[in-house]
T-cell receptor
């Protein structure tokens, strides 16, 4: 079946550093989304991308819909302690979302 | 915040007992989903519903059943719980088939001993 390969699996960074993570697939998708999951909570939608090449920002977060429609990228600038959590990519196929396995982010002061 | 609640939030049950988890929404969304989350596996779809009494299997449906008798409620039942079903279960809702994203509940942590 369709799979999303998300990397890295985990990141340990210092407060103030920038973060990059990505999601790739062998399949083409028309929508890419990025979610964040805080400890003990459900995932929350951060950014949705609907057009190949689209670059969208939400505060310190910037996400891009890859030009090939097979990948997407998320960048977090100037990380802060509350950025800690698991970040999931998701892509929309014909009738539901497929999720990546997540990137666990730890931020040290 | 979207109106989606899961109950219970935590449950410990014994192997072999039936367990039912409830998802309740106040958004009148047509689509509802049950996922389980396990370390190293991300979110895996168990079952989903595209309307009242209309449900279908996801990728890890064995050992689970669902029912949706009303738009607002989606029930997940473990007929005879096993230790491999210890997990965190999330319900999600969407207005369309996902292009606008899903809204997730806060999860139910189930431990089968």
């Amino acid at each position: 079946g369709q799979q999303l390969n998300q990397s890295p699996q985990s990141m340990f960074i210092q407060e103030g550093e920038d973060v990059s993570m990505n999601c790739t697939s062998s399949s083409i998708f028309n929508t890419w989304l990025w979610y964040k999951q805080d400890p003990g909570e459900g995932p929350v939608l951060l950014i949705a991308l609907y057009k190949a090449g689209e670059l969208t920002s939400n505060g310190r977060l910037t996400a891009q819909f890859g030009i090939t429609r097979k990948d997407s990228f998320l960048n977090i600038s100037a990380s802060i302690p509350s950025d800690v959590g698991i970040y999931f990519c998701a892509a929309h196929n014909t009738d539901k979302l497929i999720f990546g396995t997540g990137t666990r982010l730890q931020v040290f002061p | 915040d979207a109106g989606i609640t899961q109950s219970p939030r935590h449950k410990v049950t014994e192997t072999g007992t039936p367990v039912t988890l409830r998802c309740h929404q106040t958004e009148n969304h047509r689509y509802m989903y049950w996922y389980r989350q396990d370390p190293g596996h991300g979110l895996r779809l168990i079952h989903y519903s595209y309307g009242v009494k209309d449900t279908d299997k996801g990728e890890v449906s064995d050992g689970y059943s669902v029912s949706r008798s009303k738009t607002e409620d989606f029930l997940l039942t473990l007929e005879s719980a096993t230790s491999s079903q210890t997990s965190v279960y999330f319900c999600a809702i969407s207005e369309s088939q996902g292009a606008g994203g899903y809204t997730f509940g806060s999860g139910t942590r189930l431990t089968v001993v």
